[in-house]
């Protein structure tokens, strides 16, 4: 049977690509034909909401009301994405700790997915350290996002074996998007597939970011969300 599903991208700072990863993930769930609802914690403006204005309300998940409007319409058949503003990931954790949702994870009630988006410093890993305790039922995925190229991220697969003492590395590559392509989906305000389907946009930027898209794909699916 199938269980309700909460997505939660965040990071420990700005600026790492967290927002662009939740935009490829709604493409991604619709692609998968699942019915997506994404929350956008950048409270009161949300750079998410741009993008998915109709899959998309922002909110402010310190508020108890907010907290019920993403919380207690949860659905087998609809998946919850929820883009943490930068720096919130523990206290956003946290909050799910107190009301329960981990505890109902661990009871096969619920699943939930975390995608915690690296930054180029060692502040990540020690972040990911502290939310990995907490999380021991949800499934912990760390991105290496190489929107900022960084060198750090060369040895993350074999830090991340022994904060998660696996054998498997749960980490996704998600490659760098051309930086023209970049700005022209940003200044268009469209979702990448739309903008890949949209013909009055250059055929060159367009298969630049339909080739990009696909690769992240292939990531989302060795997460498998389902």
Known sequence: ???PLII???ADKGGVGK???SRALIDYLKSTNKEVRAFDTEYPAG???RFHPDKTEVVDLTKSDDQMKVFDNLSPVTVTLIDVRAGLLSPTL???NDI????MAKEGKIKIIVFHVLGSTIASLNEVKATAEIMKNADHFLLKNHTNGAVFFDGINSVAKDIFNTESAPVLDIPKL???ATEYVEAAGLPFAQFIADDSQSMVLRGKVNHWLQQVFVQFNNAKLS
């Open 100 to 103: 329960g949702f981990f505890q």
């Open 8 to 10: 939660i991208v965040g």
């Open 178 to 180: 051309d930086e023209r």
């Open 47 to 49: 750079v998410l909401k």
């Open 1 to 3: 049977m199938a269980l």
């Open 94 to 96: 946290s909050v799910l």
């Open 19 to 21: 927002t662009t990863i």
